[in-house]
Nanobody, 125 residues
Framework: QVQLVESGGGLVQAGGSLRLSCAAS????????MGWFRQAPGKEREFVAA????????YYADSVRGRFSISRDNAQNTLYLQMNSLEPEDTAVYYC??????????????????WGQGTQVTVSS
């Protein structure tokens, strides 16, 4: 069982930056692949970025590649998402998620076993 708590969301102007954090409970954080997803009003939840359990592999949605960076600190049981050059289209609730199996595409939402409650990110134009 893993519990995930996101923080770091807020209101920022276009072009600004935010850093999201996801604190995980439990002693097995380092065995989970982790991902960030987001959901804008009226839209489906979508993949943003993912990182392998060891941190050696990262994956990004085309819409955020080059602007966002995912990282993790396994000693601190924490996942991060550094978001730069934010755009109004990035406005959404951001969720972190964990999966115990490395099988399947990182972008596939149902492959994740645990989800946080989400943190709101609003980018004004």
């Amino acid at each position: 069982q893993v519990q995930l708590v996101e923080s770091g969301g807020g209101l920022v102007q276009a072009g600004g930056s935010l850093r999201l954090s996801c604190a995980a409970s439990g002693r097995t954080f380092s065995s989970y692949d982790m991902g960030w997803f987001r959901q804008a009003p009226g839209k489906e939840r979508e993949f943003v970025a993912a990182i392998s359990a060891s941190g050696g592999r990262t994956y990004y949605a085309d819409s955020v590649r080059g602007r966002f960076s995912i990282s993790r600190d396994n000693a601190q049981n924490t996942l991060y998402l550094q978001m730069n050059s934010l755009e109004p289209e990035d406005t959404a609730v951001y969720y972190c998620a964990a999966r115990s199996s490395s099988l399947g595409n990182f972008r596939f939402l149902p492959s994740y076993d645990y989800w946080g409650q989400g943190t709101q990110v609003t980018v004004s134009s």
